[in-house]
């Protein structure tokens, strides 16, 4: 089979396009014939491991152990190990694995589910770590409450897409920062108010926020506190080194007892709440936001495009 491959840590120029083993399921696994994939800065960070803790991180010090790439994924199961109860072959699914940009992948049952029906292969591959991250930062770090004002800075890429629809479906009233160029999108999926960063800093302003979702973009930490009310929650999900180290080292620091905090997400590989996304996609109340297309042999493009950190939306691997 095909699969894009790695042997050493770089920019997207390392990637090949190789002929490799085509994976066997063992006992506890479903065999996957991929039809598409989507790239995530996740990819983009075992790739450069441009944040050294990667190399700590099951990455490998010096070169990458594994020499596969792409988490998200969707497509049909072609086989199942002996152990497997929840999938049988020609079920469609979607989720968060290892070895996604490749015609087939093995994944143990519980990091997929039934694809949302209502779903194309590459609108389900676009959702699993950006709609797993923004929900559980809104719902389960956010605490995110119906009326409440919740700002997503960040909205108009991958993860924003799915923050600014969430937590209006969570009954937030929500302000979208984005550029210029990404206003129109913001309104368009629910926001209902937008703030253009490039004209306005809203951590200058008095208005404050119940939440605030980083998902892109940087301000200092104490800028972000200053615009939560009393007891408004700060999470972050990416966006700058600098945000994201800040958010780290000082957040648990900075918060205070009862009252604001400055917290942040790490997405975790969820069935259930790629059950619940599937729900809301399936209602008609998420809708994935699609950037870009490409192909499996242009998969270094993607990345190169995604590093570029102006995505509109998801940037998908078409692979059939
Ligand atoms: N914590 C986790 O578990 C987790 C999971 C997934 C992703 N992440 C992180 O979350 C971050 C976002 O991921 P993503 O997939 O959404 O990335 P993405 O799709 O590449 O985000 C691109 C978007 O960011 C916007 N942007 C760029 N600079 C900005 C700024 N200064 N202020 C506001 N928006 C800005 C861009 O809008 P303009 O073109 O309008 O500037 C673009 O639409 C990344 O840092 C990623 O590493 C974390």
Same mark, same amino acid.
């Given at each position: ?11 997207? @120029?390392? =990637?090949?396009?190789? +002929? ?24 983009? *960070? ?17 070169? &990458?152990?594994? *020499? ?17 109860? #929840? ?15 490749? +015609? ?9 589910? =039934?694809?949302?029906?209502? /779903? ?13 991250? %923004?929900?559980?930062? !809104?719902?389960? +770090? ?5 009326? #409440? ?15 600014? #629809? ?8 929500? $302000? ?14 629910? %926001? ?5 960063? $490039? ?19 940087? *301000?200092?930490?104490? @800028?972000?506190?200053?615009?939560? $009310? ?36 790490? %997405?975790?590989?969820?069935?259930? @709440? !790629?059950?619940?996304?599937?729900? /809301? ?6 809708? &994935? ?6 192909? /499996? ?24």
């Amino acid at each position: 089979m095909k699969a894009i491959v790695y042997t050493k840590y770089g920019s997207p @120029d390392v =990637l090949e396009l190789k +002929e490799v083993e085509k994976p066997i399921p063992k006992d506890d696994e479903v065999l996957i014939k991929i039809y598409a994939a989507s790239v995530n800065a996740y990819d983009w *960070h075992f790739l450069t491991a441009d944040i050294f803790l990667i190399r700590f991180m099951g990455g490998g010090f010096f070169k &990458p152990k594994d *020499h596969r790439l792409g988490a998200d994924v969707s497509g049909r199961v072609e086989a199942v190990g002996k152990n497997i109860k #929840q999938f049988k072959p020609g079920d469609d699914v979607f989720g968060m694995i290892r070895g996604g940009f490749a +015609e087939y992948a093995c994944a143990a049952e519980n990091l997929l589910a =039934l694809k949302p029906y209502n /779903l194309s292969f590459e609108e389900a591959a676009a959702v699993p770590m950006a709609g797993s991250t %923004a929900l559980q930062g !809104l719902r389960d +770090e956010g605490k995110v409450q119906p009326g #409440q004002k919740v700002l997503i800075n960040g909205a108009s890429g991958g993860v924003g897409t799915f923050a600014v #629809q969430i937590a209006k479906l969570f009954g937030a009233e929500v $302000t979208a920062v984005c550029s210029t160029r990404n206003l129109e999108q913001a309104r368009s999926i629910g %926001a209902d108010h937008v703030i253009d960063y $490039t004209k306005e800093n809203f951590t200058k302003s008095d208005k404050h926020y119940d939440l605030i979702f980083a998902a892109n973009g940087y *301000h200092p930490l104490s @800028d972000y506190k200053r615009a939560l $009310t009393p007891k408004g929650i700060y999470i972050m999900a990416g966006g700058s080194k600098a945000q994201i180290f800040q958010a780290m080292l000082m957040g648990k620091l900075m918060s205070e007892k009862g009252g604001r905090k400055m917290g942040g997400v790490s %997405a975790k590989r969820s069935q259930k @709440d !790629l059950a619940f996304l599937k729900e /809301l996609l399936e209602a008609g109340k998420v809708v &994935p936001v699609i950037d870009r297309r490409f192909t /499996l042999s242009e998969t270094a493009e993607a990345l190169r495009y995604l590093g570029e950190g102006h995505a509109r939306g998801k940037v998908v691997i078409t692979i059939v």
